[in-house]
């Protein structure tokens, strides 16, 4: 036998004895606040809350009920008014339900252009707070029409243009949503961005469909629409806190699973190390009719 051969084997066994089983014990997390709160203008605010689960928890509808938050006081405000908000639930399918705290129709309180609104909230014996703010409407999309897709891609697929114009100035963020056919809004893959490139400028830009993150995002289909869809497009301008938290929430979001992605941190805006944030919407819409 080849020595050089019999000296390979002889260094792989030696390696397979030395092998020793690792048994990784995850530690316990204490849970934080998750606060996910908006307001935006002609709108009530909506707070959820919930308490964050342990990275290897298992996920089942009684599991996500258990984490919401109950009997918290929360306040809004907005100069020298300040509103308690009430606790709702609303029933979903499958034995989930939806906990959010909103006005109390006693005392309501809307969202406006151009306001600072804080929040507070008070709940296991800790407060939190947050602020945030409904920009002036300065940032809009002035038409909207669809082209046929690439045609590499399928005949019956189309995509969906904007042109906007930005005003001068730095410091003009947004976030978009699409609805398709009268479902609910969701916000595209990537919803935010900022002025830097496009500062003062008019441009025209593709509008990608929005994704449901909860449910896995088929490629082949992604950013487009389909002949016969009617689309409304929820383009909102944002607060420099508000863009902060979701540009870093979709990094990560999106490096999930990629082990050559960069660790990333999301910027929240809660204090007293809450997790989640407050964000100020305000919003346009416009309606695009794609025909068959």
Not at 107 to 114: I, L, M, Q, R, W
């Amino acid at each position: 036998m080849n020595k050089g051969f019999f000296f390979m084997i002889m260094l792989a066994l030696l390696a397979l004895s030395c092998e020793k089983s690792i048994t990784i014990e995850t530690a316990a997390q204490i849970p934080k606040l998750v606060v996910e709160a908006q307001i935006e203008n002609g709108q009530a605010p909506i707070v959820v809350l919930s308490n964050s689960l342990d990275y290897f928890s298992s996920i089942d509808a009684a599991t996500l009920n258990g984490s919401y938050v109950h009997g918290a006081k929360i306040t809004i405000s907005t100069g020298n008014n300040h509103y308690q908000l009430k606790e709702f639930t609303v029933p979903l399918t499958g034995g989930y339900f939806l906990y959010y705290y909103s006005i109390d129709p006693t005392a309501p309180v809307y969202g406006d252009f151009g306001k600072q609104y804080g929040l507070s909230i008070e709940t296991g014996g800790q407060l939190y707070t947050a602020t945030t703010s409904i920009p002036l409407l300065t940032k809009k999309i002035d038409s909207i029409w669809w082209k046929p897709a690439p045609v590499s891609v399928d005949s019956a697929k189309v995509i969906a243009m904007i042109r906007v114009t930005d005003p001068p100035g730095y410091g003009n963020y947004i976030r978009y949503f699409t609805q398709v056919n009268n479902q609910d809004f969701y916000p595209g893959l990537n919803s935010v961005f900022d002025d830097q490139i496009i500062d003062g400028k008019t441009y025209d830009v593709q509008v990608e469909k929005g994704v449901t993150k909860n449910e896995k995002v088929k490629r082949e289909e992604l950013g487009f629409f389909n002949k016969g869809d009617t689309v409304i497009v929820k383009f909102t301008n944002i607060d420099k806190n508000s863009f902060d938290f979701w540009r870093t929430w979709e990094f990560s979001y999106q490096s999930v699973g990629n082990p050559f992605s960069s660790p990333g941190k999301v910027i929240g805006n809660i204090s007293n190390d809450g997790l989640g944030s407050f964000c100020g919407y305000a919003v346009q819409y416009k309606r695009l009719i794609i025909p068959k």
